[in-house]
């Protein structure tokens, strides 16, 4: 039976083919934790250059714990999903409170820390500490779906139950970070999301969804919904140093902690709202072209509006954190990803030669 055989087969295709030089491997279980963090929803060649900034930054956990958010979200800018680095460094921060700032050994007390849920913890423990844990990340549902043919969408509660099942049958009792890495490397370079490369598997024969032509029924796929459209403007308000007018977003839901630009309605009277919100006059008022930003829940339409701002006389009660971010000398801070994209093509802008 395959379920038996599973691991050996594994582990001899992992010792041929398996991905042995990562930079995270070998390493602490800080630097594992790290990986395994950025690597949720992300590829590995996509995080590879952000682990290695921000090891170089953050070389230990206490000097995480002890960096301001806006440091950590800088790092971050770019990888998506920014409630992670935000877990990160809460987590750091807890780890040095009640851990002796050291990662936790036992999984219970791993899954208490933010951002660490059930796989991410099996993962870090068997990687970095030879612990026999199962796990089921996106690579690992993939290859037990396939394999063993589990019908259904992984998120349902039936169907991840047998799958994480699945995940504890065929786990190993020795060479487990090895197991561990091999399974999530054959589901990120063999069995892929599409074009799965099957002659070149270790479970090719025995592979249920391959032996009868069903590849990409499994696993099933999420049922569609319609993403619902939202629409904001976003202000490049430009002071008389070229400075642009930032905002910091509140600690926690969408951007949480990055700095954004001023958004309001697009149907607002821009002038009049800048006044009121911002207290700052505004003239040379100009439209860019729209675009789309998408979150795994909904379309965000973005406007973008340039103007030149100056103090106005109108009195503001002021409770969200501000700052005007010099772009010849940006401080390091975490930018929301349509808002990198605005300041990096404002240099190109026309409307700006003409300011």
């Known amino acids: 039976m395959l379920i038996d055989s599973f691991s050996d087969r594994l582990l001899s295709w992992f010792d041929q083919h398996g991905r042995k030089n990562l930079p995270w491997q070998q390493q602490s279980p800080y630097h594992v934790w790290v ?11 996509t995080v590879i250059p952000y682990y290695q900034r921000f090891i170089q930054r953050f070389p230990d956990l206490q000097q995480l714990a002890a960096a301001p958010i806006d440091e950590v979200l800088h790092l ?19 780890m040095c409170w009640r851990h002796q700032a050291e990662l936790p050994a036992s999984l219970d007390e791993l899954i208490k820390l933010p951002g660490i849920g059930r796989s991410t913890a099996g993962a870090i423990l068997s990687l970095s500490k030879n612990q026999r844990q199962p796990i ?12 063993f043919a589990i019908a259904g969408w992984p998120g349902r509660r039936t169907v991840e139950q047998q799958l994480w099942d699945l995940s504890e049958q065929v786990t190993p009792h020795q060479r487990i970070a090895d197991y561990t890495q091999a399974i999530m ?25 391959q ?8 696993p099933a796929k999420k049922p569609k919904r319609s993403l619902p459209e939202q629409h904001t403007t976003m202000l490049l308000l430009q002071n008389e140093q070229d400075e642009i007018l930032l905002q ?32 700052l006059n505004i003239s040379q008022v100009a439209t860019g072209k729209r675009f789309c ?34 772009r010849q000398q940006p401080p390091s801070l975490g930018l929301a990803a349509p808002v990198s994209k605005l300041l990096q093509e404002l240099d190109q802008a026309l409307y700006e030669r003409t300011l």
């Open 136 to 147: 089921l990340d996106g690579n690992v549902r993939r290859v037990l779906a396939r394999c």
């Open 185 to 209: 490397d054959l589901g990120a370079t063999v069995c892929t999301r599409s074009k799965p490369v099957c002659n070149t598997c270790p479970m090719s024969g025995h592979c249920i969804a």
């Open 76 to 94: 971050w800018s770019g990888l998506g999903y920014y409630a992670r680095g935000r877990n990160l460094h809460r987590a750091a921060q807890q």
């Open 248 to 279: 910091q977003r509140p600690p926690s839901g969408l951007w949480g902690g990055l700095w954004c630009l001023p958004q309001c309605e697009t149907e607002t009277a821009i002038a009049p709202w800048c006044q009121q919100q911002l207290g």
């Open 35 to 45: 990986s395994e963090i950025m690597l949720q929803q992300t590829q590995v060649k």
């Open 293 to 326: 930003h998408t979150f795994s829940h909904y379309r965000l339409h973005i406007t973008p509006v340039y103007a030149r701002a100056k103090p106005s006389t109108h009195t503001v009660m002021e409770s969200t954190p501000r700052l005007w971010y010099n």
């Open 211 to 218: 032996k009868t032509g069903s590849i990409e029924c499994y």
